[in-house]
């Protein structure tokens, strides 16, 4: 079974600094994906960032990036200037494409999350 | 382009009722899932539907059924509730046959049992 860990609970950054989220993962697959996903308080999920683990270049948007370490099973987000809407949790998933009791599913398992707050 | 709906926003029931939950997903999309948040956790994966059958389920018993029509929209059903089926529901749409499948969520609906 996938596990995703966040060790990081809660976070605050000020505003236009850096900070970066952990996240490990354990899984003996090899061809999967990660995901950051961002729940503000308004509560809809949205996409952050995605990375495929067949790449070894780490994904980048914008402010966001990532340190995508595939031997240590580690994902961590960096969020560059930090604005005041950046406030949310933050979650750390993982797919593994065609997993699941029926071929084609897309299962995304998904960590506890961090609460970031972005201090003014 | 809409985005992914859920109705209700809220909802409140008492132990042992039945209630359903909807979603309609967003346009182009040919599969739903389906995840319950408990306060302070990450979502957790109930199943999915792809062509209106179910394509893979999470660790959830028989209670939690669902359903997907031909317009892609989907329900999820819940059976004798519980105290611990207080959550916020979350649907996610998406379109595996468009490479790798993001999933795009609603807002939720949030569910109180009494």
């Known amino acids: 079974a996938q596990t995703v860990t966040q060790s990081q609970p809660e976070m605050s950054v000020q505003e236009a600094e850096t900070v970066t989220l952990s996240c490990t993962y354990d899984t003996s697959e090899n061809n999967y994906y990660l995901f950051w996903y961002k729940q503000p308080p308004s509560r809809q999920m949205i996409l952050v960032i995605r990375q495929e683990a067949y790449k070894q270049q780490n994904a980048t948007e914008n402010r966001f990036s990532v340190n995508f370490q595939k031997a240590a099973k580690s994902f961590s987000l960096k969020i560059s200037d930090s604005q005041l809407g950046d406030t949310a949790m933050y979650f750390c998933a993982f797919m593994v494409p065609g997993v699941g009791s029926g071929a084609g599913s897309y299962q995304l398992t998904f960590g506890k999350g961090t609460k970031l707050s972005v201090i003014p | 382009e809409t985005g992914v709906t859920q109705s209700p926003t809220h909802l409140i029931k008492t132990r042992g009722q039945q209630v359903t939950l909807r979603c309609s997903s967003q346009?182009?999309?040919?599969?739903v899932s389906w995840y319950q948040q408990a306060l302070g956790q990450g979502p957790q994966f109930i199943f999915q539907?792809?062509?209106?059958?179910?394509?893979g389920r999470g660790n959830f018993p028989p209670r939690f059924s669902g359903l997907q029509f031909p317009n892609y929209s989907s329900e999820l059903n819940v059976n004798a509730l519980e105290l611990d089926d207080s959550a916020l529901y979350l649907c996610?749409?998406?379109?595996?046959?468009?490479?790798?499948?993001?999933?795009?969520f609603g807002p939720g609906t949030r569910l109180t049992v009494l």
């Open positions: 996610a749409s998406s379109s595996p046959g468009q490479g790798m499948s993001e999933q795009f």
């Open positions: 346009s182009g999309h040919n599969t």
């Open positions: 539907y792809y062509r209106e059958e179910e394509n």
